[in-house]
């Protein structure tokens, strides 16, 4: 009866704690134009589906340009777009939401994450994880092993 059981060594989902303490980062692919009253608009290529080029070149259309998507975001969107600078972890960029808006930690910890998941789910950011102070950019402490090396060592924990 596998269907049954869990393979629990899969990772968990990172906790909102994790999730707060990491940094967003902008896709190199995508561009970015300042509108006239203040929005940004975004410009990010699309991949078309395989199924679909193989229709169109099977209709003589031949290969299809790669198409670009555009997205406006508004003054809200502009102004936590305009925070994305690859350093700053989202709890930064929600407080500082937060004290422009004048909004409660969690309600602006909210809109900003939902923002992020939604940019993320279109491919426009992705997001790295922060290493706490003091630790190296892998994770690890200083004059420590790589976190990797440790986890090679142990074999993964079965739960029932």
């Not at 704690?17 to 940004?40: F, M, S, W, Y």
């Not at 290969?63 to 350093?87: C, E, F």
């Not at 940019?119 to 976190?147: E, F, H, K, V």
Request: net charge positive.
């Amino acid at each position: 009866m596998g269907w049954l059981t869990r393979d629990h060594t899969t990772p968990l989902a990172p906790t909102r704690r994790e999730a707060l303490d990491c940094i967003p980062v902008k896709n190199r692919t995508v561009q970015e134009e300042r509108l006239e009253n203040g929005d940004v608009l975004v410009l990010y290529p699309v991949t078309v589906r395989p199924w679909m080029t193989a229709l169109a070149r099977w209709l003589g259309a031949g290969d299809a340009p790669p198409r670009t998507a555009k997205l406006q975001l508004d003054r809200l969107g502009s102004g936590v777009w305009a925070m994305l600078d690859g350093q700053t972890p989202l709890r930064r960029i929600a407080a500082a939401f937060a004290e422009t808006h004048r909004l409660e930690r969690k309600e602006a910890e909210v809109a900003v994450t939902q923002f992020i998941r939604e940019l993320g789910r279109r491919g426009l950011i992705g997001l790295r994880r922060n290493p706490a102070p003091g630790c190296r950019p892998d994770g690890s402490p200083p004059g420590g092993r790589s976190p990797a090396r440790r986890e090679e060592r142990r074999p993964p924990v079965k739960r029932p």
